[in-house]
């Protein structure tokens, strides 16, 4: 079979091979063995290389060159819109992108490696190869979850890798002429004229593709892969652009265009591409009345604000954003109908941080006092397009319709309701810091990934390879006709099919990622491919989602999973079957960022990448929460996870005093505590004492019990200021949650 040619090396193991098909998986980074539907051994003698990721490789010939294409600049591609849609949209729009890419290598006789595609809903659509449910395909067409980097085999063909990059280009500028066509049709008043000639040379540099090839070894293929991606990042990190720069800056993402306006004129037409602020002011405010006109609601409901200053790429996301401009598109690109859009029922930064009020205002009453008020304040808007959709699964599977939260946004509010909506008490109340003004958002993934895909990490944690292969009490449980192999030496190898075990995991990781933020949470998935992911919910949560994200990850008990009755590491309990979880072996690093309503969505964005980043820099297996105020002010705290299980789950018990101010006590007494950096040793009596002044149940002896497992926790603990910043978010997470519960008997009492 050829994909023994992958397995050379465990072949030559084993003198005798048992041919009987196992009813074994082996998990790719622990090594357990157990008995699962999900990653099952295609060989007794395969060293785990499940059937899943065997399947990719079940032909007669493989192509001899090995290509990796990368495209770019994706971070500020996402972090350029100015609403949650956008930012959902535009990472779509790279997944939409990468899709087109597997469609044509595979169609010019390519064969895709990774990422993987067989179960892709978009690829499936865009091969005709039907293999989903239509159930499926319409649930997960809109997901984005494809990376930016596709590495793949290619034949002798002259050029063939080089053409093949030319893709992303392209499709984008094949996207663009059709979003053109659509959005003309759709709203020609407003979305007509000069400006789309800008749109298209402004977008003619947006992406830079980056590609690295040679010929194929398949004993030394994951080497191969290591080092051509290992080359794509240097031909990133050293600037090797291939097309104009703006205004000193490598990509017009960036923000450095003018203001899009459709009366725009290319520089050779008499044009500057740029208009005074006063005509583009104008214009943008009569889109924005246009948009909000009950006439158009059909069409235009809420397409643009008044505060709305969009670039060209900018635009082009928030057009593809509206469901009846891009299905349209894809359909005139395509030839065929895409699978319904759900954005038009994507929630708003409204809705994201009043998802918390279900479980804690009873739905007559939020209807009597807000959705009263909607009906007040949007008197003149049609019904239909001021549903009480909130885009979030929670909320609006409830019986009971909880009214949209928009009236509680003044942005919202027509220019002639101002002046009543800012006189009435409900929507006012605690204005600059009640609960209902946060955001939060997670960023992480995994730790080490390209260590563990190279192989490196396995010797590193000193995971033998025998683990991986049978031993002799399973081979006489099985009653196999094979030898014990005494020549398996040293960590575990790397080949192709165990390198996609790795990827397969995670896109199992994935499934419960969505169900568990989706289904059991207030939360959004923005994006979620491979290790990476992106999710979107409200302050209340911002606990204890961090909980059961970690949870969820390293195989404990969670809403969606259960642990198994003899702990297997990388095994649990998913809808009574064994499922397989990334497991403790590998480390994971997340960012939470809660962000102040008037924080930009940009720097919001930004943030979220600093903080993951920051829980890396500073030992990995970490979590690091920052707090972003309107002020400009921030509050960062970076904890290991063993510490932060205790310390974000322990409250004071004190009858005399509220929870927060028992915080606010403490974290003054150790503001104004004044010792010196690493004495908090020296102090742990004094700690004690404060600790325990608030009726905090907490001791110095817990905290060196957890810290003795860990050398590098030590620098956490011995740092004061770690102390009062971990203080200073427990008082924060305090007050939002007092705010919150006075603006809910505010609703109650009314």
């Given at each position: 079979m050829p994909v023994e040619e992958w397995l050379i090396k465990q072949k030559e193991l084993y003198s005798q091979r048992d041919n009987s098909p196992p009813n074994l998986s082996t998990h790719p980074i622990s090594g357990e063995w157990i008995q699962s539907e999900y990653l099952t051994n295609k060989y007794w003698w395969g060293g785990g290389a499940s059937i899943e990721s065997c399947r990719q490789f079940e032909e007669s010939s493989y192509p001899p060159n090995i290509g990796v294409i990368s495209f770019g600049p994706v971070q500020s591609f996402l972090g350029g819109?100015?609403?949650?849609?956008?930012?959902?949209?535009?990472?779509?729009?790279?997944?939409?992108?990468?899709?087109?890419?597997?469609?044509?290598?595979?169609?010019?006789?390519?064969?895709?490696?990774?990422?993987?595609?067989?179960?892709?809903?978009?690829?499936?659509?865009?091969?005709?190869t039907s293999t989903?449910?239509?159930?499926?395909?319409?649930?997960?067409?809109?997901?984005?979850?494809?990376?930016?980097?596709?590495?793949?085999?290619?034949?002798?063909?002259?050029?063939?890798?080089?053409?093949?990059?030319?893709?992303?280009?392209?499709?984008?500028?094949?996207?663009?002429?059709?979003?053109?066509?659509?959005?003309?049709?759709?709203?020609?008043?407003?979305?007509?004229?000069?400006?789309?000639?800008?749109?298209?040379?402004?977008?003619?540099?947006?992406?830079?593709?980056?590609?690295?090839?040679?010929?194929?070894?398949?004993?030394?293929?994951?080497?191969?892969?290591?080092?051509?991606?290992?080359?794509?990042?240097?031909?990133?990190?050293?600037?090797?652009?291939?097309?104009?720069?703006?205004?000193?800056?490598?990509?017009?993402?960036?923000?450095y265009l003018s203001i899009w306006h459709p009366g725009l004129k290319l520089i050779d037409k008499g044009g500057t591409w740029g208009l005074p602020d006063r005509e583009i002011n104008n214009w943008w405010e009569s889109a924005a009345k246009k948009s909000q006109d009950p006439k158009n609601f059909n069409k235009l409901a809420g397409l643009f604000s008044s505060s709305d200053r969009l670039n060209s790429i900018e635009l082009v996301k928030r057009l593809a954003s509206v469901p009846e401009?891009?299905?349209?598109?894809?359909?005139?690109?395509?030839?065929?109908?895409?699978?319904?859009?759900?954005?038009?029922?994507?929630?708003?930064?409204?809705?994201?941080?009043?998802?918390?009020?279900?479980?804690?205002?009873?739905?007559?009453?939020?209807?009597?006092?807000?959705?009263?008020?909607?009906?007040?304040?949007?008197?003149?808007?049609?019904?239909?397009?001021?549903?009480?959709?909130?885009?979030?699964?929670?909320?609006?599977?409830?019986?009971?319709?909880?009214?949209h939260p928009r009236v509680l946004e003044r942005r919202n509010i027509?220019?002639?309701?101002?002046?009543?909506?800012?006189?009435?008490?409900?929507?006012?109340?605690?204005?600059?810091?009640?609960?209902?003004?946060?955001?939060?958002?997670?960023?992480?993934?995994?730790?080490?990934?390209?260590?563990?895909?190279?192989?490196?990490?396995?010797?590193?944690?000193?995971?033998?390879?025998?683990?991986?292969?049978?031993?002799?009490?399973?081979?006489?449980?099985?009653?196999?006709?094979?030898?014990?192999?005494?020549?398996?030496?040293?960590?575990?190898?790397?080949?192709?099919?165990?390198?996609?075990?790795?990827?397969?995991?995670?896109?199992?990781?994935?499934?419960?990622?969505?169900?568990?933020?989706?289904?059991?949470?207030?939360?959004?998935?923005?994006?979620?491919?491979?290790?990476?992911?992106?999710?979107l919910g409200p302050i209340t949560q911002a606990i204890s989602l961090t909980d059961n994200l970690h949870k969820l990850w390293i195989g404990e008990e969670t809403p969606v999973t259960q642990t198994l009755k003899s702990s297997v590491d990388g095994w649990v309990k998913y809808d009574d079957r064994i499922y397989p979880v990334p497991g403790k072996k590998m480390t994971f690093s997340l960012g939470v960022v809660i962000a102040q309503r008037r924080i930009p969505q940009s720097l919001w964005h930004q943030g979220l990448n600093q903080a993951y980043k920051e829980a890396k820099n500073q030992g990995r297996d970490r979590v690091c929460v920052q707090v972003l105020f309107n002020s400009g002010q921030s509050l960062q705290w970076v904890c290991p996870w063993p510490l932060w299980e205790l310390l974000m789950s322990i409250k004071p018990n004190d009858p005399e005093n509220t929870e927060l101010n028992c915080w606010e006590k403490l974290l003054f007494y150790f503001d104004n505590t004044r010792l010196q950096k690493n004495s908090v040793a020296i102090a742990r009596k004094l700690i004690d004492t404060l600790w325990a002044s608030v009726g905090l149940p907490l001791c110095w002896e817990e905290i060196r019990k957890i810290t003795k497992k860990d050398r590098y926790f030590r620098k956490e603990i011995g740092n004061w200021q770690w102390w009062v910043n971990w203080l200073a978010l427990r008082g924060f997470l305090a007050r939002q949650a007092r705010e919150r519960e006075n603006w809910q008997k505010l609703v109650e009492e009314k």
């Amino acid at each position: 079979m050829p994909v023994e040619e992958w397995l050379i090396k465990q072949k030559e193991l084993y003198s005798q091979r048992d041919n009987s098909p196992p009813n074994l998986s082996t998990h790719p980074i622990s090594g357990e063995w157990i008995q699962s539907e999900y990653l099952t051994n295609k060989y007794w003698w395969g060293g785990g290389a499940s059937i899943e990721s065997c399947r990719q490789f079940e032909e007669s010939s493989y192509p001899p060159n090995i290509g990796v294409i990368s495209f770019g600049p994706v971070q500020s591609f996402l972090g350029g819109g100015q609403r949650l849609r956008d930012w959902a949209v535009a990472s779509w729009l790279c997944h939409y992108l990468t899709g087109v890419l597997i469609k044509h290598w595979i169609e010019n006789g390519g064969k895709i490696l990774l990422p993987l595609y067989e179960e892709s809903a978009l690829v499936d659509w865009l091969l005709n190869t039907s293999t989903l449910t239509s159930e499926k395909l319409e649930e997960e067409f809109w997901q984005a979850s494809f990376p930016n980097v596709v590495t793949g085999l290619f034949p002798d063909s002259l050029n063939w890798l080089e053409n093949i990059v030319t893709t992303i280009k392209e499709e984008w500028s094949n996207l663009l002429y059709n979003l053109e066509k659509i959005a003309v049709d759709y709203e020609p008043k407003l979305l007509n004229g000069h400006g789309w000639k800008v749109i298209h040379e402004d977008n003619k540099y947006l992406w830079s593709v980056y590609y690295a090839q040679i010929p194929k070894e398949t004993n030394k293929i994951v080497e191969q892969i290591r080092d051509l991606h290992q080359e794509i990042e240097s031909q990133k990190l050293g600037r090797a652009w291939s097309k104009k720069w703006w205004g000193g800056r490598t990509s017009p993402s960036a923000g450095y265009l003018s203001i899009w306006h459709p009366g725009l004129k290319l520089i050779d037409k008499g044009g500057t591409w740029g208009l005074p602020d006063r005509e583009i002011n104008n214009w943008w405010e009569s889109a924005a009345k246009k948009s909000q006109d009950p006439k158009n609601f059909n069409k235009l409901a809420g397409l643009f604000s008044s505060s709305d200053r969009l670039n060209s790429i900018e635009l082009v996301k928030r057009l593809a954003s509206v469901p009846e401009i891009i299905m349209p598109t894809l359909e005139r690109r395509w030839e065929k109908k895409p699978p319904k859009c759900p954005w038009g029922k994507f929630p708003d930064r409204t809705a994201i941080a009043a998802a918390w009020i279900y479980n804690f205002i009873d739905v007559s009453r939020w209807n009597e006092e807000i959705g009263t008020r909607g009906d007040l304040y949007f008197e003149n808007k049609s019904k239909p397009s001021w549903s009480n959709q909130w885009g979030i699964k929670c909320i609006d599977k409830q019986t009971e319709r909880f009214a949209h939260p928009r009236v509680l946004e003044r942005r919202n509010i027509d220019s002639d309701y101002v002046e009543d909506w800012d006189d009435d008490n409900l929507l006012t109340s605690h204005q600059w810091d009640c609960t209902r003004e946060w955001t939060v958002g997670w960023r992480g993934d995994g730790d080490q990934v390209g260590k563990w895909l190279s192989g490196k990490q396995y010797e590193k944690q000193n995971l033998p390879w025998s683990k991986w292969h049978l031993d002799l009490e399973k081979i006489k449980e099985f009653n196999l006709n094979m030898e014990y192999c005494r020549e398996l030496e040293g960590s575990r190898q790397v080949d192709l099919p165990h390198l996609l075990d790795l990827s397969r995991l995670f896109s199992y990781w994935n499934t419960l990622l969505y169900r568990l933020s989706e289904e059991n949470y207030d939360s959004k998935v923005i994006f979620a491919g491979g290790d990476d992911f992106l999710i979107l919910g409200p302050i209340t949560q911002a606990i204890s989602l961090t909980d059961n994200l970690h949870k969820l990850w390293i195989g404990e008990e969670t809403p969606v999973t259960q642990t198994l009755k003899s702990s297997v590491d990388g095994w649990v309990k998913y809808d009574d079957r064994i499922y397989p979880v990334p497991g403790k072996k590998m480390t994971f690093s997340l960012g939470v960022v809660i962000a102040q309503r008037r924080i930009p969505q940009s720097l919001w964005h930004q943030g979220l990448n600093q903080a993951y980043k920051e829980a890396k820099n500073q030992g990995r297996d970490r979590v690091c929460v920052q707090v972003l105020f309107n002020s400009g002010q921030s509050l960062q705290w970076v904890c290991p996870w063993p510490l932060w299980e205790l310390l974000m789950s322990i409250k004071p018990n004190d009858p005399e005093n509220t929870e927060l101010n028992c915080w606010e006590k403490l974290l003054f007494y150790f503001d104004n505590t004044r010792l010196q950096k690493n004495s908090v040793a020296i102090a742990r009596k004094l700690i004690d004492t404060l600790w325990a002044s608030v009726g905090l149940p907490l001791c110095w002896e817990e905290i060196r019990k957890i810290t003795k497992k860990d050398r590098y926790f030590r620098k956490e603990i011995g740092n004061w200021q770690w102390w009062v910043n971990w203080l200073a978010l427990r008082g924060f997470l305090a007050r939002q949650a007092r705010e919150r519960e006075n603006w809910q008997k505010l609703v109650e009492e009314k």
